[in-house]
């Protein structure tokens, strides 16, 4: 379904204090409340990755609480997002709310109330309130030329969803996956703050190519990706020669490399503020740099591996 296009048919209301939009697809709203504090609005929801409901209730909660962190704010308020089939029972539903709870206070915010509604399938997220100064936030517009791409977390995991669900990789192996997409970005998004980031945006349902194509259409540049320095999950790349999918591979899967992946973010910084970026915020490493190039270049194009391909065989280059 097209929904930018769908959107662009209905009539908004203009205001200028409203920074961030629907325009640009990003994480989150972004309102103007006064010269010093604007607010960051946004709410998501997923299905099940992971039959244990206590940590389906963590990832599904910072999931929801890493789209505020995007845009460099801090949460707030919370309110719960759950459809729920009655048939799981009463205990599942209160594990899944327990482990979104804990990763709201985890991440310092406060549970106001929520939605619960009967469904056929389980489904839990969050509607999150941040705060964020109007004068520094993270669009995903704000890339600049030869800026450099640092990724908090592996990207992969969204062909461990498909092996696990389909019984070719074991709960004790996806485990430590599951656990990774449990843990919040609020550290990473901190640090870029305090390092003057000009922009980020949560690599999830689109993978690390869908949102870099979302960050270079709204920023008007091409961003080139080193391939080999992408962080991936150990056993991501087999996992996709074996077959494994998700909703973006196939024919593309390199470049789809992290469809479904939840909560981790690709942060945009100046050269000058990377190279004074602490280490364990920037684990990563820088990935990729921007360029003035429209036509979102990540490689050299080689046959059925799509829009991202491999930038390798040369040493380290300067710059990232």
Known sequence: MDLQGLFSKLELRRDPNLLVGIETNDDAAVYRLSDDTALVVTADFITPLIDDPYLFGQIAAANSISDVYAMGGRPITVLNLCMFPVKAGAEVLAEVLRGGLDKTHEAGAILVGGHTVKDDEMKYGLSVNGIVSPKHYTP???ARQGDVFILTKPVGSGV??????????????????ARKLAELNRVACETMMEFD??????ITGFGLGGHSLGMAKASKLGIRFFYDRLPKFPRALELIEAGGTTGLTGVRARAALGSA?????????PEEGRRRLPQEAARAGSVGRADRRRSFPLGQASPGSGPIEKKKGR????GP
């Not at 969803?161 to 996956?177: D, G, I, M, Q, Y």
């Not at 980031?197 to 949560?202: I, L, P």
């Not at 992946?261 to 910084?269: A, I, N, P, T």
């Open 140 to 142: 995903n517009s704000g």
């Open 160 to 177: 461990y969803v498909w092996a696990h669900r389909n019984k070719t990789l074991s709960t004790e192996e996806f485990l430590p996956v």
């Open 197 to 202: 980031a000009r922009g980020a945006t949560d």
């Open 261 to 269: 992946d939840v909560g981790r973010s690709l942060l945009r910084h």
């Open 315 to 318: 040493k380290r280059p300067s």
